[in-house]
Nanobody, 116 residues
Framework: QVQLVESGGGLVQPGGSLRLSCAAS????????MSWYRQAPGKERELVAT????????NYADSVKGRFTISRDNGKNTVYLQMNSLKVEDTAVYYC?????????WGQGTQVTVSS
């Protein structure tokens, strides 16, 4: 059974940092493209960052470049999103997504709220 379990969300002040984790199981994690998406209230889900299976190719949304860092540990079947210099507009539910062969898997999401 495939599982993607996000953790690390919470409430943080503007300018603060959070580190999200997504623990994967049930598929060959080291062969999967992994991404973080987010969805703010009333808005469509948007891509935040993507990392290739070996970690050699990474892409970010323009809105998070220079502030967020995606990484993965294939030995732990986990992908991370380090979020620094958080802004109020980063408030959203953050989702982990895996693409393995032709299959797409989503986690349940973790809430990130940036507020003073």
């Amino acid at each position: 059974q495939v599982q993607l379990v996000e953790s690390g969300g919470g409430l943080v002040q503007p300018g603060g940092s959070l580190r999200l984790s997504c623990a994967a199981s049930g598929f060959s994690f080291s062969l999967a493209f992994m991404s973080w998406y987010r969805q703010a209230p009333g808005k469509e889900r948007e891509l935040v960052a993507t990392i290739s299976p070996g970690g050699g190719s990474i892409n970010y949304a323009d809105s998070v470049k220079g502030r967020f860092t995606i990484s993965r540990d294939n030995g732990k079947n986990t992908v991370y999103l380090q979020m620094n210099s958080l802004k109020v507009e980063d408030t959203a539910v953050y989702y982990c997504k895996a693409v393995f062969l032709t299959r797409v898997y989503w986690g349940q999401g973790t809430q990130v709220t940036v507020s003073s």
